[in-house]
């Protein structure tokens, strides 16, 4: 048996493998640098083995012959993206760990469009002089909240949305725009809060957390289940500052609760001259009713019945890019873009560019143009269609096929309970499990996610963009 430091001594240099045939190709096509990087790479790995004595001489000879393949390997790995688009097959419209909201055609335009060049992003095209980048943002948003306004019955309006009261920023996401407002109502003081909403979103975001690193002190008062405006105000003292109300986003308290209405909670800041904020969570700029999904609460309703501070997220139910959004009155709002904080949680020219565009569709009421209200609105007898297709073209002896009825989620903790009826496609494996099946189409390139159901896979097209129908039948057969 060889020592191992002659097994090292096998080990092939980087330039002779530079010289393989096989791997000059790679080179001509990738460059030498990174090709000689996964030569590198391959022969540490190697060299790893054999001082691990998990490679012997015979073993060592069979992965030599096969080393350039290796390599080949490496590189694909090396040089692949890990960010990949997927195809949710599960239904869960806007699915937190597949990236919430797909964006609009025209947001993806207009982002390469100011992502590749300079733009007026901070400048003013009138006079020259430097700007401020929210400008680009707040002219729509007052245009849709004021339109949102006037629709709504007049008269009833406690808070009139002149276009000088309503002004709108946006930061990183909505747990930022939480953070910057409590930062900036309240540091120092007392915040009111229901104990019916402590709520956790995602796992990560939970009121009482942000409410300490905000610097603010979380005031509870009420119970889990039921809180009146009496409970709001007894705590109210010298140190308060705000009262917060938190939408519950994702769970619902049924039975014996009480929750003061909105308009209660205005007076009540109104009697008490402190400011309310409404952290909307999914805040949906327009009804989704006639979509399916009711009872979500609308921006604008907050603001007309004199909620000082909303904030929301840009990729729930809003359907655009990764975003906090803070609207209110604008007095309170320009003391947010004072705050250094805003600075730290500002977010990038992208985002805006997409916000704009998504925006944009909303002033021209194009709102199947935003994926994730399109896909809110298909019908189960659409979705139907498709996956009777889909079904239709699977020839795959491995594979029992149904189509059943189901629900589809919206997700991103929005609309706890709105069920959007569907038509699934359920794959009862014969040779092997439901799991191993899932682990299959999520290998498969584009990767698929399906959804695991009583030993079934389920697929639901609702989330399956229409071009991606023949890639899915594809992969299915190859199964
Ligand atoms: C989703 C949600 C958040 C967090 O928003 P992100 O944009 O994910 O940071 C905060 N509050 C409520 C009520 C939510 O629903």
């Known amino acids: 048996m060889k020592l191992r430091a002659e097994l090292f001594r096998e080990l092939p240099s980087v330039d002779e493998l530079l010289r393989h045939p096989e791997i000059r190709a790679c080179v001509e096509r990738e460059g030498q640098a990174v090709v000689a990087d996964a030569c590198r790479t391959v022969l540490a790995h190697l060299r790893a083995e054999i001082a691990s004595n998990h490679l012997h001489q015979d073993q060592l000879r069979l992965v030599l012959e096969g080393i350039h393949r290796a390599i080949q390997g490496e590189l694909e790995r090396a040089l692949g993206y890990s960010l990949r688009p997927v195809i949710n097959a599960t239904g869960v419209i806007l699915h937190t760990n597949l990236g919430r909201a797909p964006l609009a055609t025209e947001a993806v335009k207009h982002i390469a469009a100011t992502a590749t060049r300079y733009s007026n992003l901070e400048f003013e095209l009138a006079s020259g002089e430097r700007g401020k980048r929210d400008v680009h943002l707040d002219r729509l948003f007052r245009k849709l909240l004021q339109a949102g306004c006037s629709a709504a019955k007049a008269g009833a309006d406690r808070l009139v949305l002149d276009q000088q009261q309503i002004s709108t920023i946006v930061v990183n ?45 979380l005031r509870e008062v009420g119970t889990t289940n039921r809180t009146r405006a009496a409970d709001y105000e007894r705590a109210v003292n010298e140190r308060t500052r705000l009262f917060l109300r ?55 309703d907050s603001l007309r019945l004199g909620v000082h501070i909303v904030t929301y997220s840009g990729d729930k139910l809003l359907g655009g890019p990764q975003a906090g959004i803070l609207s209110g009155r604008e007095d309170l709002v320009r003391k947010m873009r004072s705050n250094s904080l805003f600075r730290a949680l500002r977010v990038d020219k992208l985002t805006y560019a997409a ?8 002033s021209k009421r194009s709102y199947a143009a935003i994926p994730a ?41 929005a609309a706890p309970s709105a069920a959007l009826p569907t038509k699934l496609l359920s794959l009862t494996p014969l040779t092997s499990t439901a799991a191993e099946i899932l682990a299959r189409l999520r290998a498969l390139d584009p990767p698929i996610i399906a959804r695991l159901e009583q030993g079934q896979v389920l697929l639901d097209l609702r989330t399956v963009f229409p071009e991606e129908d023949g890639l899915l039948a594809a992969a299915l057969n190859q199964l």
Do not use: W
Request: glycine share 12%; proline share 5%; net charge negative.
């Open 355 to 362: 916000m704009e565009a998504t925006l944009l569709a909303y």
């Open 173 to 217: 996401n909505n747990a930022a725009a939480v953070l910057l407002a409590l930062n900036t109502l309240a540091e120092g003081g007392e915040v009111i809060v229901s104990r019916g909403e402590l709520v956790e979103i995602g796992g990560s975001f939970r009121i009482p957390e942000v409410m300490a690193k905000s610097g603010a002190i």
């Open 373 to 413: 209200i399109h896909m809110m609105g298909l019908s189960p007898g659409d979705i139907a269609r498709r996956a009777e297709q889909l079904a239709a073209r699977i020839h795959c002896p491995h594979l029992e096929l149904e189509l059943m009825d189901g629900e589809s989620l919206i997700g991103g903790g």
């Open 246 to 300: 938190v939408h519950r986003s994702n769970f619902e308290i049924s039975g014996f609760t009480e929750q003061p209405t909105l308009e209660a909670m205005v007076l009540l800041a109104e009697k008490y001259k402190l400011p309310l904020m409404e952290d909307l969570g999914s805040g949906a700029l327009i009804d989704l009713g006639q979509g399916g999904v009711p009872g979500e609460p609308i921006v604008v």
